[in-house]
Each structure stands twice: as C-alpha cells, then as structure tokens.
C-alpha cells in the first residue's frame, strides 16, 4: 500500500515537472524563434542596413549590385521595383522591408498576399541614421547601429569641415536620368540634394514637399549652375548616353558655367542612388571635392 502511494506520488511529481517543463520549452522556443527573425529586404539599400548590421536575411532583391557575402545564398525576390509578392510569401517572413517611394507602386500586390510590409523613409542622411537607429533598437544591434552611426557622422564633419574653408558657395544642379525618359530635377529634399547641401553646395532648384520636378530649359538657363550633377542609378549605360545626346544637341548646356569649365559628374551605384545608402561616406567624399569652384 505503501509503496503505491509513493508511486503514485513519483507520477503525479513526475506529470507536474512535465507540464512546467513543456511550458517552460514553448517560452525558450518563443524567445529563440523571436531571436531569429526572418527578415526580407527588397531594395539594395537596405539589404545593405542589414549588413552593416549583421542582420540575417531570408530574402533579397534581384540586382546588378554585389550582394554581400553573408547573403551569397540567399533567395532572390525580384527586382525592387517589382518584387515577387509570392515569392517573399512563401518564404514565411517575420519582416518585410522596402522603401516609401516605392509604397504605391506595389502596396496592392503585397496586400493581397496577406503581407504588411514596413517602408522605410531613406530620403535623406539624417532618415538614414534613423532607420540604422530604430533596425538598431528592433534587433538588439545597438552596438553595430552606434559604429555605423559614427562613421557617418564623422563624415559629414569632414565634408562640413571642407565646406567652411570654401570660398565660395557653388550654385548646383542635380538631374536624375530615367532610362528611355529623359530626367528629371532633382531638388533639395532629394537624397542627393541633401549631400550638396551637407557639402556646403547651393541647390538650384529648392522645394519645400518634392524631391523631383519637371525640368526646364529656361530656367536651367537663368539659374546658371556651376557644378552639375547626373545621377545615373538606374540602367546606367543606357542613361549615361541619354545624357551625352542630350547635352551635345541642346544649346542650353553649353552656355552653362558647369560645361564650360567642365564640373559636369556622373553619379553611379553603388556609391549613388536614389535613396540613401551605407555608401554615404564615400558619396559625400566626392560631392566634396566636386563643389570646388572659383566664383564664375
């Protein structure tokens, strides 16, 4: 009798360390599968965030950019501007990344696969450190967040620095190619309209809401830009001879100050692009030295 008692007791003790200890697994697999995100990053900018962040990815976008190392094997998702939303579906993300100016281009295709993707702001240098800080604070990568933070911040000192010896504030024009389209102007509240005005340039073209307009060939005229800038980020060969046919047959630019002393840049990927990047450092480098100028 006595020994089924103590039986029944070893059961009954052995069934509670059971209950708590599955309890216990399920809370240590939360925690583990918490810390294990399954990230999608769908833009080259931000896959290079995650780098630069150690992040672990489960999806990237289809580019002619080097993809770093880490994701060599990791599934292509598409293009950033046309991602495959059944492809990032199937790959069960706990997160999905894009940028903002790309929301109402495929916000519907991601909707109807039951994905909320999150759209990060990248227009400028300060909204870039922000999103290193906030991905920083989401996946406890505070410490490689603070490092990437601090190189960029030493390199606006440097550039700011420069741009205080400068003499003279050089009048900048920034276009921005489309391939088959022509370009566009790109103002001060683009990404590469805020490193002329980081680099101490003065931006042509000013707006307090757009990051693009129409151009105009009397105005471009009448603003007389000293340095001009040709950002060439999307199918670059093809945009590089848009703009050589466009400046040999339009008189326009030859009267310009920039042509004539020959300050006219191309700007590629990677160290360029539409949005702002972990190349800042070296972007900023060169607008630097480009915005040297003498006071025509």
Known sequence: MESRKIAIVSIAVIAIIGVFGGVFAIQNSSKSSA????????????????NRLKLPLVGVPTTENKIPSRYAKVTKIGSPMSP????????????????????????????????????????????????????????DRKSEANDANKSIDAAIAKAKQKADQRKVQPRVLVLMGLPGAGYMIATNKS??????????????????????????????????????LRLEHAMPAMVTKQFQTEFKQNPIWKATPAVKARRVHDLQEPNFDATANMNVAKALQLVSSWLQVDGD
């Not at 696969?113 to 240098?125: R, W």
Request: aromatic share 10%; glycine share 4%; no cysteine.
């Open 191 to 228: 990404y590469v309209g805020n490193l002329v005005q980081i680099a101490g340039g003065k931006n042509v073209f000013e707006s307090k809401t757009q990051e693009y307009i129409q151009p105009s060939d009397e105005m471009i005229a009448k603003k007389r830009p000293q340095v001009i």
């Open 35 to 50: 810390k294990r995100p399954r990230i999608v990053a769908t833009t080259f900018a931000i896959t290079q965030i995650a």
């Open 84 to 139: 495959s939303a059944e492809k990032i579906a199937s790959l069960k993300p706990t997160a999905v990344y894009s940028v903002d100016v790309l929301k109402d281009q495929f916000g519907k295709s991601f909707k109807q696969q039951h994905i909320k993707p999150y759209f990060l702001n990248l227009s400028s240098v300060s909204k870039l450190q922000q999103t290193i800080t906030l991905m920083g604070n989401r996946y």
